[in-house]
């Protein structure tokens, strides 16, 4: 009995072919696999340090804006400045 795949050879069981035409067929069947283990990898790995750029230029853009606490001021609230900065301390962001 083989299996048909259009458009393809038609492949017998494994358990109806010689020992070393199983090994040949195992063998490719496993280079096919880590192969795409690899290409897997690699995808994630691409899509990581496409993130990474992304989430880099948010930080510098963030970085240079300038801190609430002077916004706050600027805008004629010194108690939330204050704030601000007071949780900042606490918090270990600011000396």
Same mark, same amino acid.
């Given at each position: 009995?083989?299996? &048909?795949?259009? !458009? $393809?050879?038609?492949?017998?069981?494994?358990?109806?072919?010689? +020992?070393? %035409?199983? +090994?040949?067929? $195992?063998?490719?069947?496993? %280079?096919?696999?880590?192969? !795409?283990?690899?290409?897997?990898?690699?995808?994630?790995? &691409?899509?990581?340090?496409?993130?990474?750029?992304?989430?880099? +230029?948010?930080?510098? *853009?963030?970085?240079? *804006?300038?801190?609430?606490?002077?916004?706050?001021?600027?805008?004629? *609230?010194?108690?939330?400045?204050?704030?601000?900065? %007071?949780? $900042?301390?606490?918090? !270990?962001?600011?000396?």
């Amino acid at each position: 009995m083989t299996r &048909d795949l259009p !458009g $393809l050879v038609p492949v017998p069981p494994l358990e109806s072919m010689p +020992a070393n %035409a199983r +090994a040949v067929c $195992l063998a490719w069947y496993q %280079a096919g696999v880590e192969e !795409g283990v690899r290409m897997g990898r690699q995808q994630v790995e &691409d899509e990581w340090h496409g993130s990474l750029e992304v989430s880099a +230029a948010i930080a510098r *853009q963030v970085a240079a *804006q300038e801190p609430y606490s002077v916004l706050a001021k600027r805008r004629g *609230q010194p108690e939330r400045a204050a704030r601000q900065r %007071a949780l $900042l301390r606490e918090r !270990g962001v600011t000396p």
